[in-house]
C-alpha cells in the first residue's frame, strides 16, 4: 500500500512562511504527477500545485509568485514552500500523487496550515 504522509504544517502570522513535506513510501519517479490540494472550512478542495515527472510546474492563480513545489528524488519527497501567506491560505494541504502504473491516484491525511495573527 502506498502511503503519503504530509508534514509541516502549524500557525504562522499573515507574511510568514511555512515548508510543508510530502514524504512517499515508494520512489515518487512511479509518479507521473505529484501535487499539493487544499481545503478550506466549508469549501471544496482545490488544485495548489503539481509538478510533473518531467520536472513541468503548475500553479493555482491565488498562490503564484508566493508558493513553489519541488521534489527530493533521493528522500522520495515533495516539497511546498509557501511565503508571503495570506489568511485566506488557512486550510488543510494534502499531498497527491497519480500513479504511472494501474491508473491509482494516492493522498495524504492532510497537515493544517492556520495564518491568522
Keep these: 500500500q502506498v502511503q503519503l504522509v504530509e508534514s509541516g504544517g502549524g500557525l504562522v502570522q499573515p507574511g510568514g512562511s511555512l515548508r510543508l513535506s510530502c514524504a512517499a513510501s515508494r520512489s515518487i519517479s512511479t509518479f507521473n504527477v505529484m501535487g499539493w490540494y487544499r481545503q478550506a472550512p ?43 501567506l495570506k489568511p485566506e491560505d488557512t ?23 492556520v495564518v491568522s495573527s
Design 42 to 84: 466549508g469549501k471544496e478542495r482545490e488544485l495548489v500545485a503539481h509538478i510533473t515527472r518531467g520536472g513541468t510546474t503548475n500553479y493555482a492563480d491565488s498562490v503564484k509568485g508566493r508558493f513553489t513545489i519541488s521534489t527530493d528524488n533521493a528522500k522520495n519527497t515533495v516539497y511546498l514552500q509557501m511565503n508571503s
Design 91 to 113: 486550510a488543510v494541504y494534502h499531498c497527491n500523487g497519480a500513479s504511472r502504473y494501474g491508473g491509482m491516484d494516492y493522498w495524504g491525511k492532510g497537515t493544517l496550515v
